[in-house]
């Protein structure tokens, strides 16, 4: 059974930093995209960025470009999104996803697998 298991959210300030971590079982995914949503209250689910395979490129939304980095360890499956200089505006549920497949996904539509979702609070 395929699993993704994200952590790391909390509670920070503006300006703070934060870094999650997505950790893959049952499968291996250093060939497949690896992307990082949010879905903030009332709001639709919003694509953040991607790494693709083995991590030779990742690609982010301009929200969250400069500040936001995905990276990868193929060795423990785990993917990571560092977030800096956070705003208030960044707070969400933030998820990772897998696909199947390598490539610059940004619609939720190209994921397979999900993890549960890390709640994320910038305060002002």
């Known amino acids: 059974q395929v699993r993704l298991v994200e952590s790391g959210g909390g509670l920070v300030q503006a300006g703070g930093s934060l870094r999650l971590s997505c950790a893959a079982s049952?499968?291996?995914?250093?060939?497949?995209?690896m992307g990082w949503f949010r879905q903030a209250p009332g709001k639709e689910r919003e694509y953040v960025g991607v790494?693709?395979?083995?991590?030779?490129?990742?690609y982010y939304a301009d929200s969250v470009k400069g500040r936001f980095t995905i990276s990868r360890d193929n060795a423990k499956n785990t993917a990571y999104l560092q977030m800096n200089s956070l705003k208030p505006e960044d707070t969400a549920v933030y998820y990772c996803?897998?696909?199947?497949?390598?490539?610059?996904?940004?619609?939720?539509?190209?994921?397979?697998?999900w993890g549960q979702g890390t709640q994320v609070t910038v305060s002002s």
């Open positions: 996803a897998a696909s199947a497949y390598s490539g610059r996904y940004v619609s939720t539509n190209a994921y397979d697998y």
């Open positions: 790494m693709t395979w083995s991590g030779g490129s990742t």
């Open positions: 049952g499968r291996t995914f250093s060939r497949n995209a």
